[in-house]
Structure formats: structure tokens, C-alpha cells
């Protein structure tokens, strides 16, 4: 079972540089998330996809940019990478955003090590 | 805006012990609420969810929680520790708009259990 698969799992950038974070889910689910981990801070959002075509900003979306490619993948780009961005980058998916009792649970990929230097 | 607040970013417990994991809200409506675990090198998974339906919410591995309107607070509790159950533990509280919501997690507070 594959669920959500991220790449890379790590990266060392360069500041300055330029890459893109992969994330695609086969549960057919209609949102997808990415968040951001860092220690004593727990999870942040950057931006979701509430459905194929959508986009918003979450808590710290400054220095990303998104897309929603198709309703599989939605990749995560830092344009001009900094040392700030150094971070543990979770993807995540959910068949809605409306939690119900017995639906729309969020679902984990594994992570990404971004280190910029 | 809602958001919560994890009280205690280590907790140390004995196995065998009560777990007591503090987690309290703000919110201008009606929350819905999650206790997901992280353990190390791995994604989150969703332990349990309080969605309005029963005010005590059992989860898995033995986890469970009881949202208290009055205390703001949706505390997460286990009888008896055990070893497996060291890892990180976040609560969690949903944001937006109908349609367009996303979870907004606590700091964690990291679980360590003693023999």
C-alpha cells in the first residue's frame, strides 16, 4: 500500500538554489497539504489543495509555491532556497476537509530532509 | 482563529503508569479535534478525532480522549503505558472555512516511558 509517497527523502540545496518537492497519493482523495516540522514547533501548514484546481495559503506559505498538478500530485517549490527553509516537509491527503465521524482522516507521507546551506 | 496549545513539550512516564497528555483549545466555534503520534522517522498517524458525535473518544492502542467544552481542553489518556507507546504526540484542531479546511497542530509533546 503505497498511500502518500514523497520525494526526495533527502536533500542538501545550496542557498539560492532551486528545487521541487513530489507528492503524490493513490486513495483517490480530494485534498492534499503540505506542512512544514521543526523542532518545538510542531507541524505548520504551508499551503493545500481543498480539491483538484484550489489552492490555499496556510500559516507560512512565504518563499513556496504550489501546484496542483491533477488530482495525484501536488508539489511544493522553493524558488530561491534559505537557510530558514531548513526543515522536515510532510505531505499529507484526506478524501475531503470536512472531518465526519467516520471519514476524511489526513494521511502522512514518510518526509522530506531539506537542508540548506 | 483556532489553535491549541500542548502543555508540557516532555512528559516522562513508568511503564505501566497512567499516560496524561495535556492539550487545550481556542476556538470561536465548535472544534473539531485530533490527537495524532509520530514516531521517530516516520510520518503522523491519526491516533483519534472528536467530531462532535460522543464526547469520549476511544482510539487506538488503547489511547483515548474526552472533550470538556467547559475546560476548553481535549486531554489524551492511556491506564497503563507501555514501552511501544514512546514516540511524539500532537493535538490538533481544524481551520478555514466549510470546504476549505486544514488541521493547525500543537508543539508536540514528546512521550518518554521509563521500565
Known amino acids: 500500500n503505497a498511500g502518500v509517497t514523497q520525494t526526495p527523502k533527502f536533500q542538501v540545496l545550496k542557498t539560492g538554489q532551486s528545487m521541487t518537492l513530489q507528492c503524490a497519493q493513490d486513495m483517490n482523495h480530494n485534498s492534499m497539504y503540505w506542512y512544514r516540522q521543526d523542532p518545538g514547533m510542531g507541524l505548520r501548514l504551508i499551503y493545500y489543495s481543498a480539491s483538484e484546481g484550489t489552492t490555499d495559503k496556510g500559516e507560512v506559505p512565504n518563499g513556496y509555491n504550489v501546484s496542483r498538478l491533477n488530482k495525484r500530485e501536488f508539489s511544493l517549490r522553493l524558488e530561491s532556497a534559505a537557510p530558514s527553509q531548513t526543515s522536515v516537509y510532510f505531505c499529507?491527503?484526506?478524501?475531503?476537509?470536512?472531518?465526519?465521524?467516520?471519514?476524511?482522516?489526513?494521511?502522512f507521507g514518510e518526509g522530506s530532509w531539506l537542508t540548506v546551506v | 482563529a483556532q489553535s491549541v496549545t500542548q502543555l508540557g513539550s516532555h512528559v516522562s512516564v513508568s511503564e505501566g503508569a497512567l499516560v496524561l497528555l495535556r492539550c487545550n483549545y481556542s476556538?470561536?466555534?465548535?472544534?473539531?479535534l485530533f490527537w495524532y503520534v509520530q514516531y521517530p522517522n516516520q510520518g503522523l498517524q491519526l491516533l483519534l478525532k472528536?467530531?462532535?458525535?460522543?464526547?469520549l473518544v476511544k482510539g487506538i492502542n488503547g489511547f483515548e480522549a474526552e472533550f470538556k467544552k467547559s475546560e476548553t481542553s481535549f486531554h489524551l489518556t492511556k491506564p497503563s503505558a507501555h514501552m511501544s507507546d514512546a514516540a511524539e504526540y500532537f493535538c490538533a484542531v481544524t481551520r478555514g472555512v466549510a470546504g476549505r479546511r486544514a488541521l493547525t497542530f500543537g508543539s508536540g509533546t514528546r512521550l518518554q516511558v521509563q521500565p
Open positions: 499529507a491527503s484526506s478524501l475531503g476537509t470536512e472531518p465526519t465521524p467516520r471519514g476524511n482522516t489526513i494521511y
Open positions: 472528536y467530531t462532535s458525535a460522543a464526547t
Open positions: 476556538s470561536s466555534v465548535p472544534p473539531y
